[in-house]
């Protein structure tokens, strides 16, 4: 058996990376590979009991770089796991200098870096400081994953993509899981007394990268065009407070929901009628590729690859136009309700996660890109 340990830094539910770690971890053959996390940040809410359910663990150490007790402890963990495993699977792209140095030392095993976004980070200070430790990136003897061509493109650079050095895993989901029900659509829209309204959603974490405010500025002229129209927001993250301040101001209270996180997001896109997804950067957002499997007219923003433009449904829209521009847009697709079908269309577009899981494993038995 082959034994995978993820970098990554946190388990928690609410992580977008951790999300496309499990949806991978839930369907390859356990059998052949299996999947440990070493995790430098904890958390209650998190993936811990699914895993050790599957027969993997989580080791926890601080967070690398933070102090020399840190630099001891990451030391001690790789000198005492050497043979343990066939792959060191790095999502923590700003590290990878350093942890592919310590799998060097420590003849540790394969070592792939797998980029995840198209951005180093929201924070300018923190985004200079990753763009620097990134740069030996490509000097390294390293595999490469990327989630997108564009995510490729952003680390890795179009030269290493164009020449297959660079192995593109789609954050594939489990299309079928997603497919329109109207049964669980009456469900949720009578739960929230909202059987009759134009139901906009949204799934993210409030963070900056979301773009919240855009999104909650365009529902504010699209319910003054169509005044029976609600926006439901899902996730959790450090701006829930501010937004919910923005709405107050906004005189939005009662049309706009915020959900927090929710572990049946397939049962909610069913009770929408569009998805806004007006982030300010992405690698390849999960959330649009569920959205459009359930059915949705989607709306992304032109900083998103239109790699994840899966339906004729789906439209990238620019975010210079400003908000407005949105709102006047989503009214053309309010009529637009055939569903069903949808997500055959995504998993034939490479997006399902039973292909895509057979690829990774293959990857990993190959011991990487040839």
Same mark, same amino acid.
């Given at each position: ?6 970098? #990554?830094? !946190? ?293 998103? !690859? ?11 829209? !620019? ?14 697709? #309010? ?36």
């Amino acid at each position: 058996m082959i034994r995978v340990l993820h970098f #990554v830094s !946190t388990p928690a539910i609410w992580s977008g990376v951790m999300s496309v770690i499990m949806n991978y971890y839930r369907h390859i053959d356990r059998t052949l590979i299996q999947f440990d996390f070493l995790c430098f940040s904890q958390c209650e809410d998190s993936y811990a009991d699914e895993i050790a359910s599957y027969g993997g663990r989580i080791y926890y150490v601080k967070k690398p770089g933070s102090s020399i007790e840190a630099m001891i402890e990451m030391n001690a963990f790789f000198k005492k796991n050497k043979g343990q495993y066939q792959w060191l699977h790095n999502h923590e792209v700003y590290l990878s200098l350093y942890l592919w140095k310590l799998a060097e030392h420590h003849n540790f095993g394969n070592f792939v870096i797998h980029s995840h976004t198209t951005r180093y980070s929201d924070n300018w200070l923190n985004a200079r400081r990753n763009q620097l430790l990134c740069y030996p990136i490509a000097l390294m003897r390293s595999n490469k994953i990327a989630c997108s061509i564009a995510a490729g493109e952003f680390l890795y650079g179009k030269r290493m993509v164009q020449q297959n050095k660079v192995f593109v895993l789609y954050n594939a989901i489990d299309c079928q899981k997603y497919r329109f029900n109207h049964d669980k659509r009456a469900e949720i829209r009578s739960s929230l007394s909202i059987q009759d309204k134009l139901v906009v959603g949204h799934v993210g974490r409030f963070e900056k990268q979301k773009n919240h405010d855009f999104l909650i500025e365009s529902f504010y002229f699209l319910k003054k065009q169509y005044s029976k129209s609600v926006l439901l927001l899902i996730g959790s993250g450090r701006l829930k407070l501010t937004m919910q301040q923005k709405v107050k101001a906004l005189g939005l209270e009662g049309d706009v929901f915020f959900l927090g996180q929710q572990n049946d997001i397939q049962d909610w896109y069913q009770a929408m009628d569009l998805f806004w997804l007006p982030s300010t950067y992405e690698g390849l957002p999960m959330a649009a590729v569920e959205a459009q499997a359930s059915g949705l007219p989607c709306f992304l923003a032109d900083t998103i !690859t239109k790699e994840v433009e899966l339906l004729d449904t789906t439209k990238h829209l !620019t975010l210079k136009k400003g908000p407005e521009f949105w709102a006047l847009e989503a009214r053309e697709k #309010v009529n637009i309700i055939k569903r069903e079908d949808a997500w055959r269309k995504v998993e034939n577009a490479g997006f399902g996660i039973e292909r895509a899981s057979v690829a990774l494993q293959r990857y990993y038995l190959n011991e990487g890109v040839k």
